[in-house]
């Protein structure tokens, strides 16, 4: 089987759909910003602070050529901009979780830990930004993806039953 990547935009649940589809199969799961994360002994938002957005975007272009070359049978977690990387389609099937903003942002806010879920993420900080982000990235992961999940109103247990039976195809 080949890598899974899951994209799409920030609080969309990329994360909670992945630890429901590891439960339903065999594969294991990783994420990107997991990975960078133990890399710089860091987290995302001092890696933004410290180091600026580009240090980070090579950062992210680094693990994407690693993931390409060493990476199979995993189901990979990425961050909302990650979709960027030139080799995307050679990592694996590309699955896009969308849902429109207001619901993704309702959805951060309706969390228990909302405000560390907002604080963590530098991009969220200003909505009115981050809406506009949205708008311009929206038709890029729509048409980079293989496959589209619409995740709205949905758990994250449909959400990974619906991936699994739409991968099935590319096995
Ligand atoms: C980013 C999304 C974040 C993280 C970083 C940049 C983006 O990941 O990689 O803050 O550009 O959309 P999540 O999508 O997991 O929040």
Redesign the pocket.
Known sequence: MKNILLIG???VG??SVAREVIKLSDFVSVD??DLIESMENRV?KKI?EQSGEVY?RNLEKKIALWLEQNVTNTLIST????YKQENLKDIGIVVFLNSPFDKIIKRIKNHPNAVKKLKK???LNDLKKAKE?YNERLPQYAAVADITIDVTDKSAIDCAKELLQKVKQYA
């Open positions: 935009f920030m609080g990329k994360g990107t910003d995302v933004f980070f961050g909302g901009g990650f993420r530098p991009l982000l």
